[in-house]
C-alpha cells in the first residue's frame, strides 16, 4: 500500500530540501547540532567516535538535498539506468571520499579546528566497509563512483555482510584471521529501511494448476526471510550528484515462531532467526575461487531477488508495461555472483505477471549483459542440479526449459552435432549448472575486463559461444578511479599536476597527456621527485605507526600487493629475493653492489588456502632473517605489513618506486593495482598479462620492465609437459635460492618447514615461476640500472602518469555505456 502523501501548508514544509550554508559556521552549526542532536552529549563530553559521527552526520547533511532530488528524478524520469549486481563492494573509507565529491574538505578541517579537534584524528577511527575481497568489488566501487561522477542513472545492489572481510594478523609469521566488527560502533553512512523490507523465498516445490484454459506453473516455497534495505550514498565529484548504492541485509521473518516458544522451546525458536540472519552474516573470502557451498547460493539469490524486486515492483511505476522494461534498465552481472537473476526475473515475469514465455524471454535477453573476470576454470561457477532443485526448485525448472530452448537452436544451426550440444549445454554432464554459460546465453552482451582477456575469453573458455553468437562478445578494460586513488591518495601529486597543466584532468583524465613535455623539464623532474620522496616519508610514518615497521631513506620501494594467489606469483618476487640474499651472505657480490631496496608486501590469503598461507609465513620469515642480518648491511628490507585493505592501498600506491605485476601470462584477467601504481608515477616490471599489456603499450617498453613468457608461450610450454627441475638446473642462482630455503635458513635449521612450498615448485609449479625467474631476474637487472640514473627514472615515472589517463573508471564507464549500457548520463 502507498503511504498517503502530506499536504503541507508551512512554506517551509512545501520547499525543496536545503543544505547548511557551505561555510566555517555553517559546519561548525550542523556539527555542534549533530553531536548534540544526533548523539546526545556536548562537545566538552563527547568521545572521539561520537565525533566521528557526528562529522559524519555533518556531510551527510550536506549531500541530503541532492541526493533526494536525484532519487526523485529516478523515479519520475523516464531515462534508462544501470542496476549493478555485485555479491562484492569494497568500498574503503566513505569521509574523505564524500568531502572531497562536496568540495568541503578545507572547510570541515577548519570547521573542527575552531571546535578544538584535529580533523586527521577524526577521520583515523572510520573502520572502511570490507565488503569484498580484492579486485572486483574494488572495481564495482570504483565504477559507481564513476557512474555518479559523469550523471549516469545507477543503483548499485549488493550484500550488507555484518563480517566483512576477515582482519589479518600474524602469530610467529603465520596468518591468523580475524572477524571484520566493523558495524560494531554503528555505521554513520548508512540508511536502514526495515518497513521496505522485501520477502525473499527459498525451497519447497512447484506445481503446476489451470489458469482459464491455459497451464501454468508456480512455486510454493517453504521458507523465506526478509531482506532489509539499507541505502548509501554515492555522490559525484563536483556535479552535485548522489546515486545510491542499496545493501540488503537478512533478518527472520517472526522474530518468535510463537507456538514453538510457547511449548517451551526457546533455543528452537530462536534457531530460525538465526538462520535466516546467517545469509547476510560474513563476506566469503575467497577469491578467483568460488564456493560451491548452499549459503553462498543464498546469498546470492538474496541479494539478487530483493535487488530484482526492489527495481520492478518499487521503482518503477505501479502500471509500468513490462515489455518496455529493457528502455529502463541493464541488470549488469559482475562476474557469476548474482546470474541466478536470469530465471528469476523469468520467474516473475512469467508466474507474477502472467507474461507469455516468448515475451519474458526476449525481455530478459535485453535486460541482462555479464562481464566475466577471470579465465581459471576453477573459479567459473557451477551449481549442482540436487542443490539448485532443492533450494530454489522453480529456477531450476526455468534453467532447464531456457537450456532445452537453447540446444534446439544449436541442433537447428549446426544439426546433430552431439559432441557441440554437448559442449555447449547449460547442464553440465554431470548435472552441475554452468553459470557462465547461463549469463552468456542470456546477456546481452559478454565482456572480459582487458583486451588479452577478452580475446582468450572468445578463443579458450568460450569459443562455441562466440561462433553461435556474433557480436556478444566486447572488451572493456577495466579503470580506476582517480578521485580516490589520485586525488586523495595522493595530495602532492595532485596539487603538481593541476599547477601544471590545470584543473580539469580528474574527470578528463586523458588531459594527464599535457604532462608529457614536462617529463624533459629538470625543475618539473625535481618537484615530481619531492613529491615522491615526501609520500615515501608518509608511508614510512604510517608503518611505523601501524605496525612499528621501519623504511630505511634512500631505499628503493619495490611493492607487491594485492591477494595472495599462486598465479599472481608472490614465490617468483620472494625467490628473486633470497637469491640476492644469498649472493651477499655468500659473498659472490658485496652488499654496497646492490641497490638499496625494500620489499613491501601486502596479501591475504584464502583461509582455506593452505599453499598460499605457507607462501605468507615463508615471507615473513624471509624477512626476519634478512632484515637483521648483519652481512646485509640495511641493503636489503622485506616489511609485510599484516591487513592489506583499501585504506592502506591508499598509501602504498602513491609511495612505490616499483609496482610488481608478475602473474603467469594468461592468468591475471586485467588487474587494477597495476593501474593505479602507473598512475601514481611507479614503475612497473610485469608479465605480457590482463591490462599490463595495455599500460606497455601506452607508456612505451623504455618505461616497462617486461619480462617473461607470452601467453602462446605458456601454452606451448603446457603442451609440451612443463618440468620445473629443468629450469632449476639451467640457473645456479635459482638452484642456490631454492637450496637455502631447504637448508632451513630461514626456519631455524629445520628444512621441513618450508618444505611444501619448495616441493611444490620444484615437483608442479602449477604456475611456471621457476620458468621465468631468469628472465625476472635480468629484468630487476635493468630496473637497477635505470634507477641509479635518478633523472631518467623520474623521467619514465612522469611519462607513466601522463599517459594512464586511459586507464580511468570514467572510461570504462563510456566504454560499457557505448557499448553495452546505452545509458547516456541525465543532465
Ligand atoms: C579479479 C581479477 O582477478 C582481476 O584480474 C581483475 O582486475 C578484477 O577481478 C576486476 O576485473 N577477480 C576477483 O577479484 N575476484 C574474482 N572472483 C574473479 C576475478
Ligand atoms: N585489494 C585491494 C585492497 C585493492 O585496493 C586492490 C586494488 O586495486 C586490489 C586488491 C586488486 O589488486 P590487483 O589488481 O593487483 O589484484
Redesign the pocket.
Known amino acids: 500500500s502507498t503511504p498517503s502523501r502530506p499536504q503541507p501548508t508551512h512554506p517551509l514544509a512545501a520547499a525543496p530540501v536545503t543544505a547548511p550554508e557551505a561555510t566555517v559556521d555553517g559546519f561548525v552549526e550542523q556539527f555542534l547540532r549533530n553531536l548534540n542532536n544526533g548523539r546526545g552529549v556536548a562537545l566538552s563530553a563527547s568521545t572521539p567516535n561520537d565525533r566521528y559521527f557526528a562529522l559524519a552526520a555533518t556531510v551527510r547533511d550536506y549531500l541530503m538535498a541532492r541526493w533526494l532530488e536525484d532519487v526523485r528524478r529516478q523515479r519520475t524520469a523516464q531515462s534508462k539506468g544501470v542496476a549493478y549486481l555485485s555479491a562484492?563492494y569494497l568500498l574503503g573509507r566513505q569521509l574523505d571520499n564524500n568531502l572531497l565529491a562536496t568540495g568541503l574538505t578545507e572547510i570541515a578541517g577548519e570547521a573542527l579546528a575552531a571546535c578544538g579537534l584535529d580533523i586527521d584524528e577524526v577521520r583515523a577511527l572510520e573502520i572502511e566497509p570490507g565488503l569484498?575481497?580484492?579486485?572486483?568489488?574494488?572495481?564495482a566501487a570504483c565504477f559507481i563512483d564513476s557512474l555518479a561522477t559523469m550523471g549516469v542513472p545507477n543503483i548499485g545492489y549488493g550484500i550488507r555482510y555484518e563480517y566483512g572481510i576477515f582482519r589479518q594478523t600474524f602469530v610467529d609469521g603465520q596468518q591468523v584471521e580475524q572477524a571484520d566488527s566493523w558495524l560494531s560502533l554503528g555505521s554513520p553512512w548508512e540508511f536502514p529501511h526495515p518497513e521496505a523490507a522485501q520477502t525473499i523465498s527459498f525451497g519447497g516445490h512447484t506445481e503446476t494448476y489451470d489458469d482459464d484454459g491455459v497451464t501454468r506453473s508456480r512455486w510454493i516455497p517453504a521458507w523465506n526471510v526478509q531482506a532489509v534495505p539499507h541505502n548509501y550514498m554515492v555522490p559525484g565529484y563536483h556535479n552535485g550528484r548522489v546515486n545510491t548504492l542499496r545493501l540488503w541485509s537478512a533478518q527472520a521473518t517472526q522474530g518468535f515462531d510463537l507456538r514453538t516458544f510457547n511449548s517451551g522451546d526457546y533455543q528452537e525458536a530462536v534457531r530460525a532467526q538465526t538462520y535466516a540472519e546467517n545469509i547476510s552474516k560474513v563476506l566469503y573470502p575467497?577469491?578467483?575461487?568460488?564456493q560451491g557451498k548452499e549459503l553462498r547460493l543464498q546469498q546470492q539469490y538474496f541479494f539478487v531477488a530483493a535487488s530484482i524486486s526492489d527495481f520492478v515492483n518499487l521503482i518503477l511505476p505501479r502500471d509500468f508495461d513490462l515489455t518496455r522494461l529493457p528502455e529502463r534498465v541493464i541488470f549488469q552481472l559482475n562476474?557469476t555472483?548474482p546470474v541466478i537473476g536470469v530465471p528469476e526475473l523469468m520467474r516473475v515475469l512469467v508466474d507474477e505477471r502472467g507474461l507469455e514465455w516468448d515475451a519474458a524471454w526476449a525481455i530478459t535477453r535485453e535486460c541482462f549483459a555479464y562481464?566475466c573476470?577471470?579465465l581459471?576454470p576453477e573459479?567459473l561457477e557451477v551449481w549442482p542440479s540436487d542443490l539448485l532443485g532443492r533450494l530454489l526448485p522453480r529456477h531450476l525448472e526455468i534453467i532447464y526449459r531456457i537450456n532445452d530452448e537453447f540446444l534446439d537452436e544449436v541442433r537447428e544451426r549446426y544439426g546433430d552435432d552431439e559432441d557441440r550440444i554437448r559442449r555447449m549445454s547449460i547442464i553440465a554432464p554431470d548435472g552441475a549448472v554452468r553459470m557462465a554459460f547461463l549469463a552468456t546465453v542470456a546477456g546481452s552482451k559478454v565482456n572480459g575486463?582487458?583486451e588479452l582477456?577478452s580475446q582468450l575469453l572468445r578463443e579458450k573458455v568460450l569459443p562455441d559461444f562466440d561462433e553461435f553468437f556474433p557480436g556478444k562478445f566486447t572488451n572493456v578494460t577495466?579503470g580506476v578511479t582517480p578521485r580516490r586513488f589520485v586525488k586523495l591518495a595522493n595530495p602532492g601529486l595532485s596539487r603538481l599536476i593541476t599547477d601544471t597543466i590545470g584543473p580539469g584532468w580528474l574527470t578528463d583524465l586523458e588531459r594527464l597527456r599535457e604532462l608529457e613535455p614536462f617529463a624533459d623539464d629538470a625543475s618539473f623532474r625535481q618537484a615530481f621527485a619531492s613529491v615522491k620522496a615526501a609520500n615515501k616519508r608518509a608511508l614510512a610514518k604510517t608503518l611505523h605507526a601501524r605496525d612499528g615497521l621501519t623504511v630505511d631513506d634512500g631505499h628503493m620501494l619495490d611493492v607487491m600487493v594485492k591477494?595472495l594467489?599462486e598465479y599472481k606469483r608472490q614465490t617468483l618476487k620472494l625467490l628473486h629475493i633470497v637469491s640476492q640474499y644469498d649472493a651477499i651472505v655468500s659473498g659472490r657480490v658485496s652488499p654496497a653492489e646492490v641497490t638499496p631496496r625494500t620489499f613491501v608486501f601486502g596479501a591475504k590469503a584464502a583461509p582455506g588456502y593452505a599453499m598460499a598461507k605457507r607462501i605468507i609465513h615463508l615471507i615473513n620469515a624471509v624477512g626476519e632473517v634478512v632484515n637483521t642480518d648483519p652481512r646485509v648491511e640495511g641493503r636489503l628490507a622485506v616489511l609485510f605489513p599484516p591487513n592489506y585493505n583499501v585504506t592502506l592501498a591508499e598509501r602504498v600506491v602513491p609511495a612505490a618506486d616499483l609496482s610488481e605485476q608478475i602473474?603467469l601470462a594468461g592468468k591475471?584477467?586485467?588487474?587494477?593495482?597495476n593501474m593505479k601504481f602507473a598512475l601514481n608515477g611507479a614503475l612497473t616490471i610485469g608479465t605480457d598479462d590482463?591490462?599490463n599489456v595495455e599500460i606497455r603499450q601506452l607508456v612505451g617498453d623504455e618505461n616497462f620492465f617486461l619480462f617473461g613468457m607470452t601467453e602462446p608461450e605458456v601454452a606451448t610450454l603446457a603442451d609440451g609437459g612443463y618440468h620445473p627441475i629443468d629450469f632449476v638446473r639451467a640457473d645456479e642462482n635459482l638452484q642456490s635460492a631454492l637450496d637455502l630455503i631447504s637448508s632451513g635458513a630461514f626456519s631455524g635449521g629445520d628444512g621441513s618447514v618450508f618444505e611444501p612450498v619448495v616441493s611444490n615448485l620444484v615437483h608442479h609449479d602449477p604456475f611456471m615461476a621457476l620458468a621465468d625467474f631468469t628472465s625476472y631476474a635480468a629484468a630487476q637487472q635493468k630496473v637497477d640500472a635505470l634507477y641509479a640514473d635518478t633523472e631518467a627514472w623520474t623521467r619514465s615515472a612522469i611519462l607513466n602518469v601522463a599517459r594512464s589517463g586511459f586507464f580511468s573508471s570514467d572510461r570504462s564507464m563510456r566504454d560499457y555505456i557505448d557499448r553495452i549500457w546505452h545509458t547516456p548520463p541525465v543532465r
Open positions: 562484492e569484498g575481497n580484492g579486485g572486483l568489488g574494488r572495481l575467497e577469491d578467483s575461487t568460488p562476474d555472483h562481464t573476470h577471470t581459471l573459479a575486463v582487458a582477456h577495466n591477494r594467489h602473474s591475471e584477467a586485467s588487474g587494477t593495482g590482463g591490462a
